[in-house]
């Protein structure tokens, strides 16, 4: 923890949307007249049909419902689009920065318009109707934009798939909400390496469950051969230049679905995440402007993929609502060298940029030179998200990157949040470095002990948020039993959000990280289940616990136990077969880091695995084991403990 507290900057003081009294008074607002504020916060977009209703909601696990305007329609692709053409329609929609630094291009809200109105027609050609689902498996350009919209265009329900999941790993999410339509390339490109997007498909579509997918339609991106099968494979280019560059938008009601993306929980195989059109949009907008202070002028990076939940709000969906100048970026920050983010910040004058604490520490590492020789003078505004930053990269940040003059918002928030509750507003909040700060506007969060009593004054608990706002998750696609289990069960009448919290004497919150067996690994979240099923799968495993441990990069890293079958033997390289398994299996994000042989697993007498100690363990706290002996062969412990793979 860092005592040092770093002042609102005069500037932003004086020229803010939101300053300190604004804020103090629009919270208390937002939180005792909800309706009030939320209704007149909603008039920020373009309904077609008037919302009467404003919230209707209940946290209770028996009668759960969360509906926000719920009689009101929109179209949300019109609202990121139409009603910008006649102020906006020259202005940069999209910065397009490739992997490779000499290929970059403007596209005009004018021109991102048609290509959306083309795409459209031709989904709709295709035979896509409104709440049809389609996958959308694309690297980091501008037709996964394109994409997005064209399905929110025609009400259609996209599902977008990070490019890094493995075709197994894609077969289960296509399966899940049997997508239609999947859109991909022939291959993606990051870091000069390429990625086999479309073979991925082709294997993804011979798994059970899939025969859902009547058509793949390819985007050429390397222009690699590949192999097309007729009459499902059709190229995208070809179709969408046939299609009229007009195409109505399709009224869809506040509560229609926009989009599905999953995300891993604690157990089983990760949620496909439902997010619905109208308080979505008020939500992702309204925080992407406040949250990052706004301007007509700016030029706004986010870095994340729109694989993940960040590349929907702060990507595509909050900056284009907006009216922004949005950057795409295709690569990674340390191809073709370390000072990439920093060249392509000064090549299009990017004025607010937001990236992941993990990206933050591996460029930390490098020192500081590759950054110096940079100008960055264009920064006006740092942002953070995904993990907890440690104070030391917030002060780096602060120091190197913004050379000492821009403010850092550290935002919190979930896949299932939607948008950003947690997090100064640059005019408003004082910062801590390594602290989210103060939640947003109708965001009551409060911190419980492990019985549920909620906790007053300064505290460290679990993280429960007890009133709902427009952007939450609706539930969980096709298992709305799930939704109510996962995240209302435990304390009764409030959200659960996995995370522990401190709240300190001036009411700021501290995220201390996730309570439940996930692991966030540089930002991404995975479930200890699902690398646990993915090593059982394998041949010669017999039995594997999960967990996370300390990882100076990555914030987390993943520390896997596992019991080989009778007469194999924990070589070498059974090691290096197991991890690359898990990479087939799922995707190299979710590699085990430590892979320790595992005679016996620590279990109680009724068979549970016990990871606190295993925790334990891969943390190197082997002080800190507590009580074995309700273990069923407390023997167990002391091999791992002389195994582990960390040592101090
Ligand atoms: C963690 C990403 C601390 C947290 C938007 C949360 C954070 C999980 C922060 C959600 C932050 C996200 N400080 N922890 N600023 N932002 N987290 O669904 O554990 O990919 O529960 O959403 O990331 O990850 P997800």
Redesign the pocket.
Known sequence: MSNKIYPVDADYAATTRVTRAQYEALYQESVTDPEGFWARTAQRIDWIKPFSQVKDVSFAADDLHIRWFADGELNVSANCLDRHLATRGDKTAIVFEGDDPADSRHISYRQLYEDVCRAANLLRNLGIRKGDRVAIYLPMIPEAAVAMLACARIGAVHSVVFGGFSPDSLAGRIADSQCKLVITADEGLRGGKKVALKANVDEALTRPGTTSVETVLVVRRTGAPIAMQTPRDRWWAGLVEEQSAECAPEPVNAEDPLFILY?SGSTGMPKGVLHTSGGYLTYVSYTHECVFDLREDDVYWCTADVG???GHSYVVYGPLANGATTVMFEGVPNWPDISRFWRVVDKHKVTIFYTA?TAIRALMREGEEPVRRTSRASIRLLG??????NPEAWEWYHRVVGDGRCPIV????????GGAL??PLPGATDTKPGS?TKPFFGVIPAIVDTNGVVQEGACEGNLILTDSWPGQMRTVYGDHKRFVDTYFRTYPGAYF???GARRDADGYYW?T??VDD?I?VS???IGTAEVESALVSHPKVAEAAVVGCPHDIKGQGIYAYVTLKAGENGSDELRKELVHWVRKEIGPIASPDYLQWAPGLPKTRSGKIMRRILRKIAENATDQLGDTSTLADPGVVQNLVDQRLIRS
């Open positions: 995300t993940w939940v960040t604490p953070t998200v995904g993990e907890p930053i550290d935002t919190w928030w979930q896949t299932e949040t947690i997090t989210a959000t996995g995370d995220i990280g996730r996930v966030n930002g991404h979240r």
